[in-house]
């Protein structure tokens, strides 16, 4: 009898799965905190990130009661600053209204906060078995290719993807197939050059049989905006100043050194004595270069001119800024391209 496409797919991953650290446990605290890690950032940058976080949140009890700010140092250089603040509030739903665990029903899962339609689908499917489908960016370029359906690979296809998806769901091994599905798209079924001839399903599929799989989905053109951005270090009787961003819009809550975007036709300089008269009312009378550091994020790139500031000192105004000892800096969570502000303060600190 002509083996099924769930057949197939669940035997090549049987023998082909990689030992992943959440792929050992069927505990699904941990299995959800895999999952969001995982949106947005790739297995071997995840890995690491997992393993302390699991060591020093080693379940929903001792996550529920850590702060904010220790959660968003756990995440720093993960990216999507969002998704650790949810983690942070769902934690205290699960502990206050499910006793320290995850409900398995949709229904109450839907209300928690982070838990959209792929995180509600991830957990009940790989931690709990149920029949659910999930769409992330490898199903749907592998479904996608599968039913030769044309376009970029967005959110518009999913209708059609579930509904084939829901064709071939199995009746049992749901968290099998559907984490197959997606280690399938990262190890065959490629971006670029997909491997079909190692491909389980490829007698199932309408884009190798046409040669077409290289053009679906039409890849989209990146738009890399990029930014140039003045930092000023102030030091005072041995503390650096920083301050917390606001909590809504990107970064949200993290610590950075006072700054800001260099306008057009303006020099670095110009900007940087702008940006902190502006923000904090300082008067910068002589700045020294210190370094440059560029950070890529998803739609933009930062430059960061970092300049070591002479100016008076500045009387906090909220509880939101500080004046923190060398040592204290990598207590605060911070975004990735001031972190690496910090790494070089600690290496020149005595100088300055
Ligand atoms: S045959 Fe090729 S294009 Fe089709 S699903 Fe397999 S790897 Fe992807």
């Given amino acids: 009898m002509k083996r099924t496409f769930s057949q197939l797919l669940l035997e090549w991953y049987k023998k082909h799965a990689r030992e992943l650290p959440w792929r050992q446990t069927k505990d699904p605290y941990k ?69 320290g665990k995850i409900p398995d029903e949709p229904e109450l899962l839907k209300k928690v906060p982070g838990f959209g339609p792929y995180t509600v689908g991830a957990v009940l499917s790989i931690a709990f078995n149920k029949k659910y489908p999930i769409i992330d960016a490898n199903v749907r370029r592998v479904i996608m290719r599968i039913r030769a359906l044309t376009g970029f690979a967005d959110t518009s296809q999913d209708k059609k993807i579930l509904l084939y998806l829901e064709k071939q769901l199995p009746e049992k091994e749901m968290s099998s197939f559907n984490q197959a599905l997606m280690e399938l798209g990262a190890l065959i079924c490629k971006t670029k050059e997909p491997l079909c001839l190692l491909c389980p399903v490829k007698d199932f599929c309408q884009a190798y049989a046409e040669g077409i799989q290289e053009i679906i989905p ?29 909590s809504k819009g990107l970064l949200g809550d993290l610590w950075e050194f006072p700054g800001g975007k260099v306008e057009k036709g303006e020099s670095v300089e110009t900007a940087l004595k702008r940006e902190l008269k502006e923000e904090i009312d300082i008067s910068v009378k002589q700045a020294q270069h210190l370094l440059n550091v560029v950070h890529f994020y998803t739609q933009f790139k930062v430059h960061l001119h970092v300049y070591y500031c002479d100016a008076d000192t500045y009387p906090l105004k909220t509880p939101r800024q500080k004046w923190v000892l060398p040592q204290e800096l990598k207590q605060y969570p911070m975004p990735s391209g001031s972190a690496k502000i910090v790494d070089h303060l600690l290496k020149i600190d005595k100088i300055l």
């Fill in 31 to 99: 299995i959800w905190i895999s999952e969001i890690m995982l949106q947005q950032t790739t297995v071997n940058a995840v890995i690491p990130y997992y393993e302390r976080w699991i060591q020093k949140f080693p379940d929903i009890n001792s996550l529920a009661q850590a702060s904010e700010q220790s959660i968003l140092k756990q995440w720093q250089g993960l990216g999507y600053y969002q998704r650790a603040k949810n983690i942070a509030k769902a934690a205290v739903v699960f502990r206050d209204e499910y006793k």
């Fill in 218 to 246: 039409q890849p989209k053109k990146k738009i890399i905006k990029e930014l140039k951005v003045a930092v000023g270090i102030l030091k005072n009787k041995g503390r650096y100043f920083i301050q917390q961003r606001p």
